[in-house]
């Protein structure tokens, strides 16, 4: 997929916890060893696993065949972390050739390779060789080849190519695709995505969530590093009150991707629809309220997730940056308004001490006059929106407030979402 280069990324400056980059999953070596593989078909996706011993697999003969004629890359150890250490040019297989790295995360690396079979550039993840890596990466390819299955023109989530298991590492083939949305975001400075264009965004975006929830899934890790643009190409617009020039004429700008076609990615943390799940999910910024307070989470905290995704396309700011749950919470009330008791009663063991004579602990609770400071000056989500959009704000806050609901069970279905006057009016006409 087309992301920056981690060589490239400039100063991000929005308070940041943890680096945000393409491909970050969130989970829920040793010297590395040239695993021997076989090819295995599933389907329609042609995947390499490790074999039990060379002796029981005629093409652990052909591995070492590549080893010996250099056509595969020297072995070597990984790094401290289990990364897989590579040069670019080297060989991943006799298949694919590494171009160039697009991106790293908590979970491995993202290689851009030549596929020498199909003739084509593709992504590929490489897992780091740790066990909980090497198992959410065994989740991902299982969710991928359901998806697969069902999305037959390919149009909401990532493809994947094929999948192998090499030196200890999962390896997932990807089609490659754009730049993530974040990406985007940053390389803009930040500045907000036109209306119309959050429109189409938001669409397919909700297309993907209602596709993934007929199905049982829930992603549970839905943000802008996880949306990729299908397309990398952009055209620039003048935007007077943007903080870049044109090192050519001297007029501000901004870019505006060529295409609003988007694929959904990263599938390492979704999970089928269980009881009683309750375990923290979702990065921070785009976690809800009700994982937050322990209450126990299902198809509803997408939902949240997008209404927030939402919001940082038209103001180009994370619509709660922040780093700690009470925090957050306060956070959530300056936005929404004062959160349910009833939610505030249940909440559990872990989240109780944010919950004082049933109502939120703030700002008695908060850490430091920073703190409450960050919180006092956010804006309610009207205002918000309105600094931000010219026309269909109207709609836009609506829809907005049905995906925040506090209450997970008065929040919007995907499908519900997609009937809104957001998407279904006609806004030509305005």
């Known amino acids: 997929m087309e992301m920056e280069r981690v060589t490239e990324l400039t100063i991000d400056r929005r308070p940041r916890k943890r680096p945000r980059l393409g491909w970050d999953a969130v989970p829920q070596a040793p010297k590395a060893q040239l695993g021997f593989f076989y090819v295995q078909e599933i389907g329609n996706v042609t995947s390499y696993a490790p074999s039990r011993t060379p002796s029981d697999n ?33 060989n991943l297989t006799s298949r694919y050739k590494i171009h160039s790295k697009m991106g790293e995360g908590t979970f491995g690396q993202v290689l851009e390779c030549w596929d020498r079979e199909r003739k084509e550039m593709v992504a590929i993840k490489i897992v780091r060789g740790v066990k909980k890596y090497r198992d959410a990466a065994m989740i991902e390819v299982d969710v991928l080849q359901q998806l697969g299955k069902h999305d037959k023109g390919g149009n909401r989530c990532v493809q994947i190519r094929n999948w192998f298991d090499y030196r200890n590492h999962i390896c997932i083939v990807f089609e490659k695709l754009g730049p993530s949305l974040y990406d985007f975001l940053r390389k803009n400075n930040y500045r907000s995505f036109p209306i119309d264009l959050v429109r189409e965004i938001g669409r397919q975006l909700l297309e993907c969530v209602a596709f993934m929830h007929d199905l049982h899934l829930i992603h549970t890790d839905l943000k802008p590093e996880n949306i990729l643009l299908v397309s990398p190409e952009y055209i ?82 994370a619509l709660f940056q922040t780093h700690e749950n009470l925090e957050h919470l306060a956070m959530m009330e300056r936005v929404l308004g004062p959160m349910p008791q009833h939610m505030l009663k249940r909440a559990g063991r872990s989240a109780e001490k944010y919950v004082r004579r049933g ?36 709609d836009l806050i609506h829809l907005v407030q049905g995906l925040l609901r506090y209450d997970p069970s008065d929040r919007l279905l995907a499908r519900e979402a997609l009937r809104h006057p957001f998407f279904t009016r006609d806004h030509l006409r305005r």
């Open 58 to 90: 005629p093409s652990s003969l052909f591995v070492k065949s590549l080893a010996r004629n250099g056509s595969a890359a020297p072995w070597r150890g990984d790094d401290k972390d289990g990364h897989y250490v590579f040069e670019l040019g080297e």
């Open 236 to 317: 620039k617009v003048p935007d007077y009150k943007g903080l870049s020039k044109s090192p050519k004429d001297g007029s501000y700008y901004k870019r505006i991707p060529k295409s609003s076609a988007i694929k959904v990615i990263d599938f390492g943390s979704t999970t089928y629809e269980k009881k009683d799940q309750s375990y923290i999910v979702s990065t921070r910024h785009y976690r809800a309220p009700e994982v937050i307070l322990g209450l126990g989470w299902s198809y509803p905290c997408d939902i949240w997730s997008v209404g927030c995704i939402l919001v940082e396309l038209c103001s180009g700011e």
């Open 359 to 394: 109502r939120l602990d703030w700002p008695e609770g908060a850490t430091s006059r920073d703190s409450i400071k960050a919180v006092l000056k956010l804006h309610r989500l009207q205002n918000l929106i309105m600094q931000h959009v010219d026309h269909s704000a109207g």
